[in-house]
């Protein structure tokens, strides 16, 4: 079992793991958000709901494990794979089987979108679990009392100074993480077996899709803030 972790099989097995684990979050995170789109007592519902609900606090931690095991196993294997650059069986690997762009520069766009997560987490999380904020001050949603999340979300992206730049960087995360998608989506079911040349075809329909459908979202969300919130 030792030799499979630590080998580069094993190592793409459990980074494509750790990436359908965070597929799933993204799909709840999105939903969850999306709700901003419905006003402010839509959203602050399902953020209390979020913040409340012990499965939920249960799979946080879990959240946080399966991001660092996906960044500590792409770093290696980006690391491994510079190393074999000079190969000719590397370069005909990249060349037949990662030639789109996202394919090639996985890690960069994994490093965009890890940098826009710390902002976000500074910006929203953190506020919410540790600091708190006069934002956040309570109000009454169907007569119950509950923290005004969406002052402290809206606020950030209508700010008459930060909210045109965050929003901005907002849609870039949003974009980086959508071309991210485009191949680790498909690629994480190859790895783990689940793909032949057919459904490798299917999977890639699938993964542009699930990308286009999930940068999409987000980056909707601060557009649609901007203008309407």
């Known amino acids: 079992m030792s030799g499979f972790v630590s080998s580069s099989i094993g190592k793409k097995f459990f980074m494509s793991i750790t990436g359908l684990f965070l597929v799933m979050f993204l799909?709840?995170?999105?939903?969850?958000?999306?709700?901003?789109?419905?006003?402010p007592d839509a959203f602050n519902i399902v953020s209390h709901f979020m913040?409340?609900?012990?499965?939920?606090?249960?799979?946080?931690?879990?959240l946080a494990l399966g991001f660092i095991v996906h960044i500590i196993y792409a770093s290696i294997l980006t690391l491994q794979n510079q190393k074999a650059r000079g190969?000719?069986?590397?370069?005909?690997?990249?060349?037949s089987h990662q030639s789109s762009w996202a394919s090639k520069n996985m890690y960069i766009l994994g490093s965009m979108i890890l940098a826009f997560l710390v902002l976000h987490i500074f910006n929203f999380f953190w506020k919410i679990k540790v600091t708190g904020s006069p934002?956040?001050?309570?109000?009454?949603?169907?007569?119950?009392?509950m923290e005004?999340?969406?002052a402290l979300v809206a606020g950030l992206f209508t700010d008459a100074s930060?909210?045109?730049?965050?929003?901005?960087?907002?849609?870039?995360?949003?974009?980086?993480?959508?071309f991210h998608l485009t191949?680790?989506?498909?690629?994480?079911?190859?790895?783990?077996?689940?793909?032949?040349?057919?459904?490798?075809?299917?999977?890639?329909?699938?993964?542009?899709?699930?990308?286009?459908?999930?940068?999409g979202g987000f980056a909707i969300i601060p557009i649609f803030l901007m203008l309407f919130a």
């Open 87 to 95: 190969s000719e069986s590397y370069n005909k690997t990249v060349n």
């Open 183 to 215: 191949h680790g989506f498909w690629s994480a079911f190859q790895t783990i077996g689940m793909s032949n040349d057919k459904w490798r075809k299917r999977w890639t329909v699938v993964g542009y899709l699930f990308a286009f459908a999930v940068g």
């Open 135 to 145: 934002l956040l001050n309570e109000v009454n949603v169907d007569g119950e009392m």
């Open 162 to 178: 930060l909210g045109v730049v965050y929003s901005i960087v907002y849609m870039l995360g949003a974009i980086a993480l959508g």
């Open 51 to 62: 913040g409340t609900n012990p499965i939920i606090q249960v799979m946080q931690p879990l």
């Open 148 to 150: 005004n999340a969406y």
């Open 27 to 39: 799909l709840v995170h999105l939903t969850a958000n999306l709700a901003l789109l419905l006003g």
